[in-house]
C-alpha cells in the first residue's frame, strides 16, 4: 500500500522492482490508491511475467485497519477472487469484487468524489442555514429526515456541536485529512480528463480542497472546510 | 401557496390585498417557497394589522399532498405554532417548527440545495464509474454502503436501470421539475448573496440547472441531469 | 451616488424622498451601482411625478473623478441625453448611452463581471506558469501579445514585480477593493438569476470573491485574488 | 508536431522510435502541445544519447503556418536557442525563448487557459447583458473601452453580428475547435494537479468545454460558448 502512482510504478517497474523477480503464478495485490490507468499498466506487465496483479485500495481509516474492518475495493480476473478474498479477508471484514483490473481504483475514486462533494455541500448548507437564523441541531435533524440527507449529514456532520465523536467535535483532530482528500480528487480529475467525463462539482471540489490545502488546512479532517467557508469578515 | 415571491406580495400587498381586510387576531400561513427576507416583510406588514403571519413551505410533492403527508417546515413566532400544527396537521404527516419568521424558507432552500448537490454528484460519480468499466448497480451498492451515500444515490438514483420506480426508471417523467430545482436555487443564490454566505458549489448547481432549463430539460425530473451529463460525443 | 439598492430606494421613495418634492419637468440622474431592476422601478415612480429618472453608473475610481475623467454609463429616455450629457461631461470625460432605463447599470455590471473573470483567470494562469517554471515577466508579455491578452494582464497585472504602479506592486493597497468587487457580482448574480441567464463563472468569480472578502482580504484590491490563491501550504 | 503525449512517447521511446537511431549532436525540437511533464522526460532520454531536446509548441493556426506566421514558444537549453531559432524562424515570425525545457508547453498551456477563461467570460457577459436590454454592438464597444477588455471580447467575439470575419460571423465554422480547447485545457488541469496550484475557473471553463464536445460542439469554433449559453427556453 503505497502513496503515489510513481512509487507504485517505482516498486514493480523500477531497477530492483518486483517485476525482475517475481515467480509465475504469483499473485500480487496492490491496496494503493493510485490511478486505475496505471493498475491496468502494472497488470500487462505483471501478466507477461506469468502473474496474476489484482488492485484493492481501501477505504475505512486507520481504526478499521487496525480491527481489521477495512473494505476492500478489488478489481482484476474473477477466477482470482476467491484467493484474493481469502487473504483480504483477514484485514477487512468487506471484500467486494468491482470487476476487471483497475475497478477497485474507479469505485474508491468515485466514492471519494461524491463524499467530498456531499461534504461541501453539507457545510455549505449548514452555513447558510444558520446565517439566515437557524439552529444547527435543527437544521441537521430537518435534512437528516429529508431530500437531502447524505452520511457528511447524518454520520460526520461537519458542524461543531451538531454530533459527538466525529472530528468537527474534536477541533477537526483525526479523521481524513484535507491533503489525502485533494489527492483522492486529483485521482477522480485525472481519470475524468482521460475518460472525457464531465465532473464539473468533482472538479471544484478538488480545487477547493486544494486551495485549503494552501491555507493551513493540510491536517485537519476534511470536514474543516464547514471552517474554511465560514471565517468572519474582518473589518 | 404562490409560485414566487411577487405573487405572494401581490397576495397580501396589492390593491386587493389580504392586507386590506385582514382581521385582528387572523393566523395567515404561507406556503409558497419564496425568499426568506419576503416572509418577513410580510410578517412585519401583518403584523401592523394586529394579525399573525407564518411561513410554512412543504416538501414531499404531489403524491404527499394527495395522501395528506406533506412536511411543512414552520417559522413564526412559537407560542402560534400549536395553532399552526392543529391545522397543518390536516394536510401533512410532519410539522416541523424551524424558530423565527423566514426560518421554514430557510431549511427548505437550505435542503434543496443540498439536494441539487448531492444529485449532480451522484449523476458526475455514477458517469465517471461507468466510463471506467464499473456496473451501475455494483457502483451504486459500492456507494451507498460507504461514505458517499446519500438521498440521491440510495432512494432516487438517477441513473437508469438501477431502481425501480424512480424518475430514472421513467424517462425522468414525474418527480421534481428541473424549473422548479433551478427556481429553489435561485433563492438559495439569493439568500447567500444577501447574507454574503459563500456557496460555491450551490452556486455552480444553480447554473448547471438554470443550463438545463435552456437545453430542454425543464419538465423532466431534476435527476435527469444524469442524462445531461452523459450524452455522448457525435464526430 | 448611493452605495445599495435600499439607499436609493429611501432617497427616492422613503418618507422625506425625492418622490415627495420632486417638481415636473426635473431631470433626475442616480450614479448609484445598484440592481437595474430598481432602477427601472424608480424611473417608473419618478415618471408618475411628471419627472424623468436616469440611471448613471461611473466608472474611473476617485483618481478619474478627482480629474473630471470618470465615465458614465446612461440609461434613459433617449431625447433627454443631451441634457444629462451636458451636466456628466463636466464630472467625466466619457458619457455613453446605452439604451433605456436599467442600461447603465447593466452595461457596468457586465463589465465588472468580465472583469473579475479576466482577472481571476490571469492570476490563475500567471500562478501556474510560475510553478510550471516560468519568469512572471516573460509569461506576462507572452500572454500580452497573444490571444490571452487582457486589460487585467497588460494594464493591471496581478502578480507582483511585473508591472509599476499598480496595487499589485504595493502590497495590494489602493485601487478596487475585494468588497466593491463582491458587490458587483452580487448585482450580476441578481440579475442572471431573475433573467433566467447562466453565467458559470460569473458566479463562480462572485463566490470566489465572497469567500476573499471573508479571508481578511475586504480592504485590498481584488487583484490581490493572486495572493490568494498562492499561499503556500504549510507542512 | 504530434496531437497527444502518447504519440510522442512513442515516436521518441517505441520500437522504432528516434532514440533508436539519433545521432550524438543532434538538435531535436518537438512542437506538438504536450503535457510539459513528458517533455522533460523526453529530453532527459535524449540527453542520455548525447542530442538536445527543445519543446516548441506553435499559436497561429492553419492560417499562420500557411503564411510563415507561426508563434513558436521554445522551451530547453538556453545555449541552443540560437540554432532553433534559425530553423523556427522559416516557419514563424514570432519565436519565443521561454526558458528550461517544458516552459514552451507550460506558456502555450498558461495562454490557451486564460483564452478559455476569457471567452467563457466574454460569452456570459454579452448574453447577459443582452438579457438586461443591452445591444450587442453598443455593449461590445462599452467594454472595449473599459477594463473588461480582452482579445475574446476585441478581436474574437463570439456573437454573431458584432464583428466581420471571425467564427461567430459564419456560423462558428472554421478557427480553433472546442475538441482541440477541451483537449489544450486537459493539459493544463493535469500540469495544475501536478504542482497543486489551484485553477477555480481554469477547472471550470475544462469542465464547459468538455461538456460542449458531448453536446454537438466538438467542431465548432470553440467562441460557440456564446451559443451553448444562449439556447433558448423550450416550454
Redesign the interface.
Known amino acids: 500500500m503505497l502513496p503515489t502512482s510513481i512509487n507504485a510504478i517505482e516498486a514493480y517497474s523500477g531497477a530492483n522492482g518486483i517485476l525482475k523477480k517475481v515467480k509465475k503464478g504469483s499473485l500480487l495485490i496492490d491496496s494503493s490508491t493510485i490511478d486505475?490507468a496505471v493498475s491496468k499498466e502494472l497488470a500487462k506487465e505483471v501478466e507477461k511475467m506469468g502473474a496474476v496483479f489484482m488492485d484493492a485500495p481501501v477505504?475505512g481509516g486507520v481504526g478499521a485497519a487496525r480491527s481489521g474492518n477495512l473494505?476492500f475495493?478489488v478489481g482484476g480476473v474473477e477466477d482470482e477472487f476467491a484467493a484474493a478474498q481469502e487473504l483480504l479477508g483477514c484485514m477487512g471484514s468487506?471484500v467486494?469484487y468491482?470487476?476487471?483490473v483497475?475497478?477497485g481504483?474507479?469505485?474508491k475514486?468515485?466514492?471519494?468524489?461524491?463524499?467530498a462533494?456531499?461534504m461541501?455541500?453539507?457545510a455549505?448548507?449548514?452555513?447558510?442555514?444558520i446565517?439566515?437564523?437557524?439552529?444547527p441541531k435543527?437544521?441537521a435533524k430537518?435534512?437528516n429526515?429529508?431530500?437531502?440527507?447524505?452520511?457528511?449529514?447524518d454520520?460526520?456532520n461537519p458542524v461543531p456541536g451538531v454530533m459527538d465523536g466525529v472530528p468537527s467535535a474534536n477541533n477537526y483532530q483525526g479523521g481524513f485529512g484535507t491533503t489525502l482528500m485533494?489527492k483522492d480528487l486529483?485521482l477522480?480529475?485525472?481519470?475524468?480528463?482521460s475518460?472525457?467525463?464531465?465532473?464539473?462539482?468533482?472538479?471544484?471540489?478538488?480545487?477547493?480542497y486544494?486551495?485549503m490545502?494552501?491555507?493551513?488546512y493540510?491536517?485537519k479532517d476534511f470536514s474543516s472546510v464547514f471552517q474554511f467557508?465560514?471565517?468572519?469578515?474582518?473589518?
Open positions: 486505475p477505504s473494505t475495493m468487506n467486494v468491482c470487476g476487471a483497475g475497478t481504483q474507479a469505485a475514486i468515485c466514492n471519494n468524489m461524491l463524499l462533494i456531499s461541501i455541500g453539507t455549505e448548507a449548514m452555513n447558510l442555514g446565517r439566515l437564523g437557524l439552529d435543527l437544521l430537518i435534512l429526515m429529508s431530500s437531502g440527507r447524505c452520511w457528511s449529514s454520520t460526520y485533494a486529483g477522480a480529475q485525472d481519470s475524468a480528463t475518460t472525457k467525463s464531465p465532473i464539473l462539482l468533482g472538479s471544484l471540489a478538488h480545487q477547493i486544494r486551495m490545502c494552501a491555507k493551513g493540510s491536517k467557508l465560514r471565517e468572519e469578515e474582518t473589518f
